[in-house]
């Protein structure tokens, strides 16, 4: 029999509605909703190659959030092309056109949807952990996109979105987590993310009995035994370079779980 291969695709860090200009980054980047609508087709488009042509079976398709940049900054208020519920719609489209082509031009059985909710999607102006979901647009975005695959009957779609920062899932005697990333922060200096990475997933491993952890947030593509960090859509920015972090194109994480090895 043939062993089943598992895709987990991560889909996080999009800030559509924020804009890069050019001249801010010295020619880097240019960032703004139509290309952020070109990058994301051209994501579908190249999940659907990398698919095929590695024989996946099932699909993990995890949101990891940030998927708008909203206005929780002053800055972001004054520019961000659109606001943040214009940005939540055409992400929603952007996202259910996406399912759809994949479930129509793959071989796949099955798509399981995981939806994690950003700190850039929240509505008020800190982080709140006990109602965090109820005030977030990224939260009722996800709910939407399970009530409109219903309705356009894309049936094979299974939906995991949870209250809490953190979903789990078990596959292949293995527990997955899934987060955004904003849980640590990083304090620089020679080791740069990894320390900081490290401490939390030992700890939250220790508590929910995990064995690897897929995270967003820091806009770094990193592969590692016990977590991977996902990139960004966006792209580097006026942030990125005021800060003297390293470039990095726009890219996303994809990994394949196969049932034996």
């Excluded at 698919?51 to 909203?70: H, P, T």
């Excluded at 080791?191 to 806009?219: E, M, N, Q, T």
């Amino acid at each position: 029999d043939k062993e089943k291969n598992v895709g987990i695709a991560l889909f996080s860090d999009a800030h559509l509605d924020e804009v890069v200009n050019p001249e801010t980054v010295l020619g880097l980047n240019e960032y703004n909703s139509d290309i952020a609508e070109q990058r994301i087709k051209k994501y579908f488009g190249n999940l659907k190659k990398v698919m095929d042509k590695n024989r996946v079976d099932e699909l993990i398709f995890a949101s990891l959030g940030d998927i708008i940049g909203g206005f929780i900054h002053e800055e972001l208020a004054q520019t961000n092309s659109v606001t943040p519920m214009a940005g939540i719609q055409k992400a929603k489209s952007l996202i259910i056109s996406g399912l759809k082509y994949l479930i129509e031009n793959t071989q796949i059985s099955k798509i399981t949807f995981v939806g994690i909710c950003g700190n850039h999607s929240r509505t008020t102006k800190k982080m709140q952990y006990s109602n965090g979901y109820d005030l977030s647009y990224e939260y009722f975005m996800y709910l939407d996109i399970k009530e409109s695959c219903n309705l356009i009957g894309l049936n094979n779609i299974e939906f995991l979105i949870p209250k809490s920062e953190y979903a789990v899932i078990d596959i292949f005697g293995q527990r997955l987590l899934f987060a955004h990333g904003h849980q640590f922060k990083t304090q620089g200096g020679i080791g740069g993310i990894y320390p900081a990475l490290f401490r939390w997933y030992f700890k939250i491993a220790s508590v929910l009995k995990i064995d690897k952890a897929f995270i967003g947030h820091y806009h770094q593509l990193i592969y590692t035994k016990e977590v991977i960090v996902n990139g960004s859509i966006k792209s580097y920015d006026a942030y990125a370079i005021g800060h003297g972090l390293a470039y990095e194109p726009a890219q996303q994480a994809f990994t394949i779980l196969n049932e034996k090895r």
